[in-house]
């Protein structure tokens, strides 16, 4: 996830721009700001870029999924259908609007699978929420269908893969709203920030309010405006657009690079039989931030990423199974509900279900798989010997493996 690979001087001559005018604020101040607005600029870009009718910046991806949840009308009461391999944002925004996350199983995607999906559809349930891990997609036809079918919103976490698309549409412009991170690590940053996509007006008028306390920013004079609703702030700064207008030019040469990166490293690791892909719904839409393997076994999986540890070269390789920050069996305090306030008992007793919930099918996957993180400034050279030291690790390991049967 490479922005900051490729930070220089776009960035410090856009950031430059407001510091000349010193208003670093996206509203207001028309006069001294003397026609700067890199939020508003970066919108359009966005726009231009994603083929979506409206973008509203946020101060992160985490606010950009609790902004479009609230827009939505989201809320108390329902139940927010989301995968057992996200990031914890995602589940900390449904609680945040007060509505029930119900994590469900993945498959060979990676991401939602349909079935467990049609499984735990209940009364309650009002939003489905694939999260486009990766880079890459989850099966979003059967989950359009399912939305469909039930009545339901389609909300994309699409904050890991920016210039992904499916079926020749960008990921998160698909659903009824989609988000973006521009955090530090993701394929264009702006430092801190997200983007709350949609093509629904009436959802960019919710979201634009929600993240500016309700404001209804229609006037010139800010101090007028009215409250149509209770918002919050989570608003961006001129600085953190600055950073991601620069970017966002980059951005098409950043997935080249990923995607020639990419083919280069699966080609060396595809010469070990064992090894097997992760399932990509639209192949030519992945945009590539990683390259995520399965080995045939858990056991043969920890003993690869033991032994890449022991010799230096885990470096960009993730195991996620043991990972604190993306996958269910590390989340305790999902588990126990540990909050700093206190939380509605129905709400707290749906968190809880899941410490008892079965991920048996999510294990099986996320135990025998490793993602490598893309680099961009990585020579031919560089990729070679990286894949050549990785294939030697598991053709060993495997090797092992056989005997001890
Ligand atoms: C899948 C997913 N959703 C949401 C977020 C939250 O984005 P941010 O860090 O900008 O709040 C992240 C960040 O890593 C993410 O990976």
């Not at 992160?60 to 057992?84: F, K, N, Q, R, W």
């Not at 945040?96 to 991401?111: E, H, K, Q, R, Y």
């Not at 394929?187 to 949609?198: F, L, S, Y």
């Amino acid at each position: 996830m490479p922005g900051f690979e490729f930070f220089g001087d776009e960035e410090r001559k856009e950031v430059n721009d407001v510091l000349e005018t010193g208003i670093l604020m996206r509203y207001g101040f028309d006069g001294p700001r003397k026609g700067i607005w890199k939020a508003k600029e970066l919108e359009e870009a966005i726009c231009n870029r994603f083929g979506t009718k409206h973008a509203m910046l946020v101060s992160s991806g985490t606010a950009a999924l609790t902004a479009a949840m609230s827009a939505l009308g989201i809320g108390y009461g329902d139940e927010v259908i989301l995968p057992s391999f996200t990031f914890v944002a995602s589940f900390e925004a449904v609680l945040s609007v007060g509505a029930v996350p119900v994590l469900v199983d993945i498959d060979d995607t990676m991401t939602l699978d349909p079935a467990a999906v049609r499984k735990a559809i209940t009364s309650k349930t009002k939003c489905i929420m694939p999260v486009h891990m990766c880079g890459s997609m989850a099966d979003l036809e059967a989950l359009q269908a399912i939305c469909k079918e039930h009545k339901l919103i389609l909300l994309e976490d699409a904050c890991q893969s920016i210039g992904g698309t499916y079926k020749g549409k960008q990921l998160g412009t698909i659903g009824d709203a989609g988000t973006f991170s521009f955090d530090f690590v993701k394929t264009i940053t702006c430092a801190e920030a997200g983007v709350v996509m949609t093509n629904r007006e009436d959802i960019y008028i919710a979201a634009d309010g929600y993240s500016d306390h309700g404001h209804d920013h229609k006037g010139a004079d800010r101090g007028a405006d009215l409250h149509p609703f209770i918002g919050y702030n989570f608003r961006i700064s001129e600085l953190h657009a600055a950073v991601g207008l620069a970017q966002i030019k980059k951005l098409d040469t950043f997935l080249a690079i990923q995607k020639k990166n990419h083919s280069a490293l699966k080609n060396i690791l595809s010469q070990v039989p064992e090894i097997s892909f992760r399932r990509i719904p639209d192949e030519t839409g992945d945009s590539c931030t990683f390259l995520s393997w399965f080995l045939p076994t858990e056991e043969a999986t920890k003993a690869v990423v033991a032994d890449l540890k022991a010799k230096g070269i885990l470096a960009g390789n993730f195991y996620w199974f043991d990972n604190n920050w993306h996958y269910i069996r590390k989340w305790d305090h999902l588990k126990n509900s540990v909050t700093l306030n206190g939380l509605h008992p129905d709400l707290k007793e749906a968190v809880m279900h899941h410490a008892t919930k079965d991920f048996a099918a999510s294990d099986a996957i996320m135990s025998r798989c490793v993602s490598t993180a893309i680099g961009l400034l990585w020579t031919p050279e560089q990729i070679q010997t990286k894949g050549e030291q990785m294939v030697q690790v598991i053709k060993q390991v495997l090797a092992e493996q056989v005997e001890k049967v």
